[in-house]
């Protein structure tokens, strides 16, 4: 194989990576959800799909459930705009698969001779990419509550629309002060920068500059703002059904079902972000590009390969232990209620960001002067 060749082939592994993880993980969690609130209100769970008497725990319900939603009837009311109604399913999964684009799960992988960056798309300014493209999906959702000529999938979709200003101006006032800190928009310059020590003059090389750390107020702000933009208990009043019905009331088969996806995609995409700018991203503590090299002298080198390996491990564990952290508040808390949840987000995350990018920047500048 020649070498621009060879450089194509190399370049779509990291491309290849987040659509395989990101599209299982979105159908598995399907799985996930069933199990894990059978788990907590105990129940057994789905676990009647079989498959020659095999049921696998229950794993064989997301291919039951595609095939239903492929073959169920493909209704459409009768004065929709017909363009606008069949775009808006695929405009809410593109840019819900889109945004983890710029999330890096690792570092550098070096193969034949070659660098590749452990991110799909390397941006300088990669968390404005991916606030981008979050904010975009509402389109998705205003157009399928638009275009189904009901009035109450059209409210659905401007409640979506009003939720996720709300939810996206505090994500992204909460961030300030971990670019502040950080120094960049570079989503891979954070996760580098995340190990290094927390301020080695006063606690050595023993703590790694995790944004959890370094921006603990930020981190509930962002979790809760996330969960936000995700649409899902406590933040589904665009699709509550015991208030209004949502904005893809007229949606069936298939889909209704990019409808669903594209929520467990943005479910997955908040976990990644908060992996990668509060969690350390693919950090491991002590694990350098040579091995492990601890604060008490000693080394444990290691090829660069495990190396890698053990870094898009951390990764994913880290983006899944933050799923079911998600999955468990969604099956703990009571839905909000529409003024609840504008209160909470221009009256609650909003000023507490703004008063968090303030106290960071004096810390900064005491810091700069100790």
């Known amino acids: 194989m020649n070498g621009p060749a060879l450089d194509l082939l190399l370049q779509a592994i990291p491309v290849a990576f987040i659509m395989f993880v990101v599209l299982n993980f979105g159908g598995l969690l399907t799985w996930v959800e069933r199990k894990q609130s059978a788990i907590m209100q105990d129940r057994i769970g789905a676990n009647r799909a079989s498959i020659f008497g095999i049921r696998i ?3 064989l319900h997301p291919l039951a459930d595609a095939v239903k939603m492929l073959t169920k009837e493909d ?10 109604f069949k775009l808006a399913p695929f405009v809410s999964v593109f840019f819900a698969l889109g945004a983890f684009a710029s999330i890096p799960f690792g570092d550098t992988l070096k193969i034949f001779g070659r660098e590749i960056q452990l991110q799909a798309v390397t941006l300088n300014v990669g968390i404005l990419y991916v606030l981008a493209m979050l ?5 998705g959702l205003m157009m399928a ?3 189904s000529a009901n009035n109450y999938a059209l409210l659905g979709g401007q409640r979506a629309a009003a939720l996720m200003i709300s939810a996206e101006v505090a994500i992204g006032a909460s961030i300030m002060g971990v670019v502040m800190v950080y120094g960049s928009l570079n989503m891979q310059d954070i996760a580098r920068a995340q190990g290094l020590p927390l301020l080695p003059q006063y606690f050595g090389p023993w703590i790694p500059a995790w944004g959890i750390l370094t921006q603990p107020l930020a981190f509930f702000l962002f979790l809760t703002a996330g969960m936000a933009a995700t649409k899902r208990i406590p933040f589904d009043m665009p699709e509550g059904e015991s208030e209004i019905i949502g904005y893809f009331i007229e949606y069936s088969g298939m889909k209704f079902g990019m409808f669903a996806m594209a929520d467990f995609l943005e479910t997955v995409v908040i976990a990644g972000m908060t992996t990668a700018l509060f969690l350390g991203g ?12 601890f604060p008490w002298g000693q080394e444990l080198p290691l090829p660069h390969l495990v190396v890698t390996g053990l870094q898009v491990g951390a990764f994913l564990t880290k983006v899944v232990a933050m799923i079911w952290f998600l999955m468990l ?4 808390l009571p839905r909000f209620r529409y003024d609840q949840a504008m209160r909470l987000g221009w009256l609650g995350l909003f000023p507490l960001s703004i008063l968090n990018i303030v106290v960071t920047g004096l810390v900064i500048l005491l810091l700069g002067k100790a």
Do not use: C, E
Request: hydrophobic share 55%; net charge positive.
């Open 135 to 139: 904010s975009l999906g509402v389109y």
């Open 282 to 293: 693919w950090q491991v503590p002590y694990l350098q590009a040579s091995g492990f090299v």
């Open 75 to 84: 209704f459409m009311p009768a004065h929709a705009d017909r363009m606008l």
């Open 57 to 59: 725990l229950g794993l």
């Open 329 to 332: 508040i969604r099956w703990t």
């Open 145 to 147: 509550g638009w275009a």
